[in-house]
């Protein structure tokens, strides 16, 4: 129905007004819903007035992308195909605004870096930041020539350095080294932490209600020295399904979780 909708848009705007009226009713019912249906998902993703961490599960890469109440968006690490990655952006991102507001890289893997030229090719971002070294591989090297192609400078982050998200969400790095930070994402009430690899004695702020854990971050530490150490709830993304999903939605004092099946 998009398809249709987008094809009828590139039509001149006098041919379209000769046309309409010769267009048979049900096409016009589908124009109008298909039209309706574009509108309403875009004014749904640019912001709703809530906060959304989404998680995904991709062969065992967990790419992570935050939406904040006013509609900004925030990717963490990626995975290795871009087809997948884009694909599960593309349902969670407008329709009409394909770029991001900040993009990390927090995971040095390989792995982790294939998709990402392509993705964020599709998906610009307007900053770029470190948490882990980029490696001096091929991966490593595509994706910073990628980014400088864009004319955009990946800026490292150090233990204690805040992006203000807007509306009062802050992400904070923590605890960093070349293998990443741990970055704790907090509004209002609600407070959650991205251990990003490091043990739960690790990490100095001991506030987040919620953690949640990756593979990286179960070799680590299992999930028991989790639980044992902290009062935060562990939401654990290492084990959704292939190609799965865990959504996080609060609105500040509340907090929603769905997951794929």
Request: proline share 8%; charged share 15%; with cysteine.
């Amino acid at each position: 129905m998009y398809a249709v909708l987008l094809l009828c848009l590139k039509i001149h705007p006098a041919w379209l007004k000769s046309h309409l009226p010769r267009l048979a009713p049900a096409t016009t019912l589908v124009l109008a819903a298909g039209l309706a249906g574009l509108l309403w998902r875009q004014v749904l993703a640019s912001g709703d007035g809530t906060l959304h961490v989404v998680a995904f599960q991709f062969e065992g890469k967990i790419p992570i992308l935050i939406r904040t109440p006013a509609g900004r968006a925030v990717l963490i690490n990626g995975s290795e195909r871009a087809s997948q990655l884009s694909a599960a952006l593309g349902r969670w991102l407008p329709p009409l605004n394909r770029s991001i507001d900040a993009f990390i890289l927090n995971e040095p893997s390989s792995s982790a870096l294939k998709a990402l030229p392509e993705t964020l090719r599709r998906f610009p971002p307007q900053r770029a930041f470190l948490g882990a070294a980029l490696p001096e591989n091929t991966a490593g090297r595509t994706l910073r020539e990628a980014l400088t192609g864009r004319q955009l400078e990946m800026l490292p982050l150090q233990s204690g350095d805040t992006l203000e998200l807007g509306q009062g969400v802050r992400l904070q790095a923590q605890a960093c080294n070349a293998q990443g930070c741990a970055l704790f994402l907090e509004w209002d009430r609600f407070a959650l932490l991205f251990p990003g690899g490091k043990a739960p004695e690790e990490l100095p702020d001991q506030r987040a209600g919620v953690v949640l854990l990756t593979p990286v971050d179960l070799k680590t530490a299992p999930l028991d020295a989790w639980l044992a150490h902290s009062q935060a709830i562990p939401m654990d993304a290492a084990s959704l399904p292939p190609d799965g999903w865990l959504h996080l939605q609060t609105d500040g004092t509340r907090l929603w979780v769905g997951r794929s099946p």
